[in-house]
């Protein structure tokens, strides 16, 4: 069957199509009602069935004969380590990890965070959560511990698992005592902290003066294997938090069932990996992008999986990634647009590139943010695999948009993230929730139902996913981005219509920095842009009006908020600017005019909004912009 036949089987035979897809996983029991209408127009995949995640990503391969097949290569420039893991060894220390949990009495429905670096262990930790039915949630470590208390006291885990330290280039990051100060300003505290000691990076663990603490290594190796427990397809297999548009972050839940399905149907019809081979998603476990193809997706196809501790570039060069292929023979990779524009900056010439054989590579994948077509120019002359673009969200899971190459031969056209997706009936709409036609920019939403394996609420805020996804065009997810279609179906996503930005492929919200700028003494008012940026394709940029009487010097303040940013949200936000202006321009009713300062941030052409209260204050900024970017940019 070609995509398109597929996309529109998907949509007009859902149930029909979906069971033929959830065939493919082994269930405990297998389920009969396929979609289950809530009430609420939103649905529910494979209600009655059961499984259990970590079964179908190891278990299952032992069983089948496949134990000695590498199933994780821990592949670590910035330790010098390379290790392997068979299916086998993945089992033991996943069974038995799950066993020493469950002697700590997690069991199905608790919570447990993992705030850990990209070790194998981080693997082990979340597979043994699946593996009871404890559901996860693993924080990025690039957060600041303001960040990972908000997320404690949302979730309310039963334990933490961490590790002693991570390793970001050459820069020992303290991952336990960051969990220690982030459980001091939260209001739940977990029961345990279970912490992995990395005796190679020194920062050794006190385990014997340290009552709090659980060895990881111990309660690995010392406690009795566990079996799988099998939960229902709607168990919450994790909460991944994400970026939206105020300044909390919400947790978006996953399922069991409907995220195994599109884990199998995606690996092998879109990515085209087959069995066996080796499949490598260079993201931290701590996305989106990390828990389905760094961790589940490969792992349940039978793939063998690369957890890469590295950057890539400065560990060592701009070679390590070619490296990474040539050395385990990758045969389909996904990475996102920044990572290749980090290599074309250092390796333009390609010299690095050419020193490998990437032979083994099929394709890559991009996603995260919109792809430049200079990196996609730079990435055929060098790599010459071809280069998909897809689009897909934290709440998704999985590609939304995209080319299917493991089904057909594809047309890849520049700057487009494909066509929809089978089970993803995206459209474009007007303000007012017409369709709009080919050519014609407008917000890019998708009729319920969503595919399996999509978002099955926020955690603990029912009314919040209502009001943020469903209530704006009824019947209709609205994703947050913008887009137009063509007349042959590809779409071309033009960027997120709210407070959310990217920066080098990491998702994050605005308003959460404009909160954090905003509690700065000397600041009475304040906003915070994207603005465009050559290697992370948005940064952060904060305009900050000050408090009457304020003498404060604004380069301090600048170098004062970029610290407050870092220290609060984490390093991962990247801001490393502040404008002072005596006025911000705003519409009539007082709101801030963001699209417009982010116009002319950019240094872009822009009109002047026919909503604007006063338009000289327009061009007070721009003499202060001119300014600022005459000095400092
Ligand atoms: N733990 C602690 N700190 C972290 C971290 C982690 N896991 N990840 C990032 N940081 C820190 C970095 O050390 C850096 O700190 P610094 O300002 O002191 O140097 C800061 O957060 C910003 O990190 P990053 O955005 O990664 O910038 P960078 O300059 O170190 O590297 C790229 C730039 C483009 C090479 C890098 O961002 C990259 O590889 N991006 C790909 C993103 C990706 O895979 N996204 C997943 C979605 S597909
Ligand atoms: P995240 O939830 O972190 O995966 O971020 C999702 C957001 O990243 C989307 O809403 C888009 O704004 C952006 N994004 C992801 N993939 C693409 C892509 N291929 N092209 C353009 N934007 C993308």
Not at 127 to 150: K, Y
Not at 288 to 316: D, M
């Amino acid at each position: 069957m070609k995509a398109n036949e597929m996309f529109i089987e998907s949509i007009a035979h859902k149930e029909k199509f979906w069971a033929e897809q959830a065939e493919k996983i082994e269930w405990f029991k297998k389920p009969t009602h396929i979609l289950t209408d809530d009430g609420e127009n939103y649905p529910t995949w494979f209600a009655d069935g059961e499984l259990n995640t970590c079964f179908l990503a190891v278990d299952k391969h032992v069983n089948d004969g496949f134990g000695d097949q590498v199933a994780i290569i821990y592949d670590s420039p910035v330790t010098n380590r390379i290790i392997k893991y068979t299916y086998s060894q993945v089992l033991e220390h996943v069974s038995k990890f799950a066993g020493g949990l469950k002697k700590l009495g997690l069991e199905k429905g608790d919570t447990a965070i993992i705030y850990m670096p990209m070790i194998p262990e981080s693997v082990f930790a979340m597979l043994a959560c699946a593996r009871l039915g404890v559901t996860h949630s693993v924080v990025f470590g690039g957060f600041a511990p303001q960040e990972l208390a908000i997320r404690i006291d949302d979730c309310n885990p039963k334990a933490i698992i961490t590790a002693s330290s991570g390793m970001e280039v050459s820069r020992r990051i303290p991952y336990l005592p960051f969990v220690k100060e982030a459980i001091s300003m939260s209001e739940h505290q977990p029961e345990h902290i279970v912490a992995f000691d990395r005796k190679l990076l020194g920062n050794r663990v006190d385990f014997k003066n340290d009552s709090s603490l659980t060895d990881f290594e111990k309660l690995m190796t010392e406690s009795e294997p566990t079996d799988c427990v099998p939960v229902e397809s709607t168990h919450p297999l994790y909460i991944l938090y994400t970026s939206g548009t105020t300044g909390k972050p919400k947790g978006v839940i996953r399922d069991n069932g409907g995220h195994a399905v599109a884990m199998k149907f995606s690996m092998q019809n879109i990515y085209g990996v087959k069995e066996g081979e080796t499949f490598w998603a260079a993201s931290d476990i701590g996305w989106a992008v990390g828990h389905s193809y760094s961790v589940y997706g490969p792992l349940i196809n039978r793939n063998t999986t690369v957890i890469f501790e590295g950057k890539p570039i400065g560990t060592p060069d701009a070679g390590t990634f070619w490296r990474v292929i040539e050395e385990h023979k990758v045969a389909v990779m996904f990475t996102a647009p920044t990572a290749i524009r980090a290599i074309k900056k250092e390796d333009p010439e390609g010299k690095f590139l050419k020193k490998y054989d990437l032979s083994s590579l099929r394709t890559q994948f991009l996603a995260g943010e919109r792809c430049d077509v200079a990196t996609l120019d730079w990435f055929d002359e060098f790599v010459g695999v071809p280069a998909i673009d897809h689009w897909w969200q934290t709440e998704s899971g999985w590609p939304m948009l995209g080319l299917m190459p493991g089904i057909e031969d594809v047309k890849i056209k520049r700057a487009s993230a494909g066509k929809p997706i089978p089970g993803y009936d995206i459209k474009i709409f007007s303000e007012e929730g017409y369709e709009l036609e080919s050519h014609h920019e407008g917000y890019l939403v998708i009729k319920l139902p969503l595919a399996p394996g999509a978002m099955m609420g926020i955690w603990g805020d029912p009314e919040r996913f209502k009001f943020g996804y469903l209530a704006k065009f009824p019947g209709y997810y609205f994703s947050g981005d913008g887009a137009i279609k063509d007349e042959d179906g590809y779409v071309f996503v033009t960027g997120r219509v709210d407070d959310v930005i990217n920066v080098a492929g990491h998702r994050l919200s605005t308003a959460e920095m404009e909160e954090v700028v905003a509690a700065h003494k000397e600041v009475a008012e304040c906003c915070v842009v994207g603005i465009d940026d050559d290697l992370k394709g948005q940064i952060p940029f904060a305009i900050a009006v000050l408090k009457s009487g304020s003498k404060v010097d604004e380069k301090t303040l600048e170098k004062e908020l970029v610290v407050l940013i870092r220290e609060k949200i984490g390093p991962v936000a990247s801001m490393k600017n502040a404008l002072v202006v005596n006025r911000l321009p705003k519409t009539r009713s007082g709101k801030i005019l963001r699209k417009l300062i982010r116009t002319m941030l950019d240094g872009k052409d822009y009109q002047m909004p026919s909503t604007i209260d006063d338009e000289s204050v327009v061009e007070e900024l721009q003499l202060k912009m001119n300014d600022y970017k005459q000095k400092y940019l």
